[in-house]
């Protein structure tokens, strides 16, 4: 009987939301975005093993507090240039855990709601599929091509064209065969190096929740989606003014704000 593993790529850097630490580690309610991403991981009785591949540098993993996930949650400090070779460098790193029939669940980082219906779908889903799977969404956006000088130079037809996710599930024997041939600087996914060795993976349907922070805004819609779960972050911390509402201290009146809307 195959089992499942989950393997989590947390090297990258978050260029595009600019943030002063990896956007992995970027706070929602007090814990990292890396603890959303893998908790539904971790809790699912299905998976054997959740391996976590950092940047070899990494500091900031062992600042946080990992204990409730227990022996579940293995760190493999192996990550690689692009997302591509961090995926590789982890498998191979686990090498020794994993048979090649066994199952490989990837999963970004940055996806802190992931939803655990949407994991079951793709577990039963890419799982009674030899060629394995991935969440995706259909396309529901009006699709332009741009042209010179930001005009549209057409509109494309959207049928048949989907949004990929993660979780991607395969078998450890062909994902780590595919990621090995694969250019890692095209590769943006799993499920783009099993393709390259002429296989259809099976798309399963995600949500549009199950969004990747990827700029600084996202990071706020994602609190939001996980404020609205029960229990998955703790009340956000209350406003000076909420507070003082509460005690009913009475408020001064606003100051004007000099040079425009800042920070609060
Ligand atoms: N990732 C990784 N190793 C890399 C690059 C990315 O493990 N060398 C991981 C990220 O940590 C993230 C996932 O791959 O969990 C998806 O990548 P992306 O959203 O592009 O994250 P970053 O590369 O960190 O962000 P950016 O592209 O903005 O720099
Ligand atoms: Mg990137």
């Given amino acids: 009987m195959s089992k499942i593993y989950a393997l989590i790529p947390a090297a990258g850097s978050g260029s595009r939301v600019r943030a002063a630490v990896p956007k992995q ?3 929602i309610g007090g814990l990292p975005l ?11 009785p299905a998976i054997e093993q959740v391996f976590v591949v950092l ?24 990550g690689g240039a692009t997302r591509a070779a961090s995926v590789f460098n982890g ?3 686990a090498r020794d855990m994993i048979a090649g029939s066994d ?4 999963h970004d980082a940055a996806r802190p709601c992931l939803s655990s219906e949407a994991l079951e779908r793709l577990l039963v889903e890419a799982g009674s599929d030899e060629a394995g799977g991935l969440l995706a969404v259909p396309v529901s956006d009006t699709l332009k091509r741009a042209g ?23 078998r450890y024997r062909l994902l780590i065969e595919a990621l090995r041939k694969a250019d890692p600087e095209v590769v943006t996914d799993e499920a783009c190096a099993i393709e390259g060795l002429g296989f259809k993976p099976r798309l399963v349907m995600g949500e549009t929740r199950n969004l990747k922070v990827t700029f600084s805004e996202d990071l ?17 911390r209350e406003s000076r003014t909420t507070a003082r509402r ?12 000099r040079g425009g809307p800042g920070r609060r």
Avoid at 34 to 44: I, K, Q, Y
Avoid at 103 to 106: D, F, G, N, P, T
Avoid at 148 to 170: C, K, N, S, Y
Avoid at 220 to 236: N, S
């Fill in 91 to 93: 498998l191979l790193a």
């Fill in 55 to 78: 940047a070899q540098g990494d500091t900031h993993y062992k600042q946080f507090d990992w204990s409730e996930f227990g022996a579940r949650l293995e760190p493999l400090y192996c």
């Fill in 34 to 44: 890396l603890h959303f991403a893998l908790r539904p991981l971790v809790r699912h």
């Fill in 148 to 170: 010179r000088d930001l005009r549209v130079a057409g509109t494309e037809p959207r049928e048949h064209l989907w949004l990929a996710q993660t979780p991607q599930m395969f």
């Fill in 220 to 236: 706020r819609v994602a609190e939001r989606i996980l404020q609205g779960r029960d229990g998955v972050v703790a009340p956000a």
């Fill in 246 to 257: 509460r005690k009913r201290v009475p408020l001064r009146p606003a100051q004007p704000r």
């Fill in 25 to 27: 580690y970027l706070r």
């Fill in 103 to 106: 199952w490989v669940v990837v």
